[in-house]
């Protein structure tokens, strides 16, 4: 978890090998229904076009759906999902379902400045339309009221894990690593 441009999807995947498990990211498989104009490829781009999050019936059904997958039934990481609190509740049930449980959340902090920077250079290097300034700033604010609140509910379990996300992908990625080392 964490806030845009905090380097979630990096972590991810690295984490993602180092665990052997499935990497679950909503971001990827919105943008890859987005390049194939599928019908929720078009719903999903207006919404993030705007800097807003797809509506939790859709998201909440892929995730269903992609954990239910035999790649994710010994080890997944969930990339971009829960973002809310009602998500959260819907992970619990799918989690319970499934037979399964979370085994902890990484959060990555990062100063807001930061974040509009890292966002701005990826939108330069990688043309993604969602990365205007206006939308980076809004998508931040979305994060603070929606998103930030799942922190304290992760933290109140005994899950949560929070990391500096400041630094080189490297240099994160070894605190992450750390981390996790001293909870195992």
Same mark, same amino acid.
């Given at each position: ?7 979630? *999807?990096?972590?991810? &995947? ?6 052997n ?5 909503t971001?990827?498989?919105? @943008?890859?229904?987005?390049?194939q104009?599928t019908?929720?490829?078009? !719903? ?6 705007? *800097?807003e999050? &797809? ?8 995730? !269903?759906?992609?954990l239910?997958?035999?790649d994710?039934?010994?080890a997944?990481l ?5 973002? #809310? ?10 989690l /319970?379902d ?5 085994? *902890?959340?990484?959060?990555? #902090?990062?100063?807001?400045d930061?974040l ?5 250079e =990826?939108?330069?290097?990688?043309? @993604? ?5 206006e939308?980076?700033r809004?998508?931040q604010?979305v ?6 609140p799942l ?7 005994g ?7 400041? *630094?080189?992908?490297?240099? &994160?990625?070894? =605190?992450? /690593?750390e !981390? ?5």
């Amino acid at each position: 978890m964490g806030p845009p441009g905090a380097g979630k *999807g990096t972590q991810a &995947v690295a984490l993602a090998e180092r665990i052997n498990g499935a990497h679950v990211s909503t971001g990827d498989i919105f @943008r890859a229904n987005v390049a194939q104009e599928t019908e929720l490829g078009q !719903a999903a781009k207006r919404y993030m076009d705007a *800097g807003e999050y &797809v509506p939790d019936e859709v998201t909440n059904a892929m995730v !269903a759906d992609r954990l239910a997958q035999d790649d994710a039934r010994e080890a997944f990481l969930l990339d971009g999902y829960p973002r #809310t609190l009602d998500q959260v509740a819907k992970l619990d049930q799918i989690l /319970a379902d499934l037979d399964s449980g979370l085994d *902890g959340v990484i959060a990555l #902090t990062v100063v807001e400045d930061e974040l509009i920077g890292r966002l701005l250079e =990826r939108a330069k290097v990688s043309g @993604r339309s969602d990365d205007t300034e206006e939308v980076i700033r809004h998508r931040q604010e979305v994060y603070r009221n929606e998103t930030e609140p799942l922190l304290a509910v992760y933290r109140d379990r005994g899950l949560l894990i929070e990391v500096d996300g400041m *630094g080189s992908p490297e240099e &994160v990625g070894a =605190r992450i /690593a750390e !981390a996790l080392s001293t909870r195992a």
